[in-house]
């Protein structure tokens, strides 16, 4: 696997210097949310894949390594943040606490495992001084979801709505639960799980406004392209 950076020269000012890269959105103004995840690598390299991503319009991209020594997602991390840096996309790492603080990342993710059942109450544990890292939490269910709320997540993930082979074992929460959220959650929620061109519809007339997709993109013959599909989707 390769871990070339790709640098792609941005807009020139006056003197011949670039611009100030344009600052990540907030969350609240985040629509799509997309993956670098090893498991739809298919031999590309990462920069690149990073790369499709931030041209096809990604609001978020999470480094996903489940299987990756910790040495190569922290360099994989090393060689993705220029890349949405210079973007205006925000990164995401999952699980790795540690190398999302040191590659400044802007958020990192955790399943309900790495929070709760390691012990922990409430994001500000989780906190360092002068740091900007906000935390985002996975929930499969209202109770879940509660609770990561309470816990003063930043944002949170609803879902597997569908099968998904990311994660197979997991049971499905249908579009039920995403009705709930959009009832009952107020701070940025994001539905995930099985969500492509076929089903992004229902899922957005269930009242999600922002959609993390996966396998949909990665396994698509043009990552670029399928991103921008979606996103057009999104918006129309």
Known sequence: MSFSNLWVPGPSGSGGQ???????????????????????????????????????GSDLIQLRAKNAPLDEVRRMAEVIK?????????????????????????????????????????????????????????????????????????????GPVYPTGTKPAAKPVTL???????????????????INLTTLDEVLA???RRICVVSAILNAPDVTAECRKIRARMEA
């Open 18 to 56: 670039s611009r100030k890269p344009p600052s990540v959105k907030p969350l609240s103004d985040c629509r799509l949310y997309t993956f670098v995840d090893t498991a739809y690598f298919h031999g590309r390299d990462p920069a690149l894949v990073a790369q499709q991503l931030c041209d096809g």
């Open 206 to 208: 269930a009242g999600a």
């Open 82 to 158: 220029p890349i949405t840096q210079r973007a205006g996309v925000g990164l995401v790492i999952n699980d790795y606490l540690d190398v999302a603080r040191e590659v400044d990342a802007e958020i990192c993710h955790l399943g309900q495992e790495d929070f709760f059942d390691a012990g922990l109450t409430d994001v500000s544990q989780l906190r360092i001084p002068h740091s900007a890292l906000r935390i985002g939490l996975s929930t499969h269910a209202p109770a879940q979801c509660e609770r990561a709320v309470a816990a003063g997540a930043d944002y949170v993930a609803i």
């Open 176 to 194: 039920e639960y995403v009705r709930w959220a959009a009832e009952n959650v107020t701070i940025p929620w994001f539905a995930i799980g099985g």
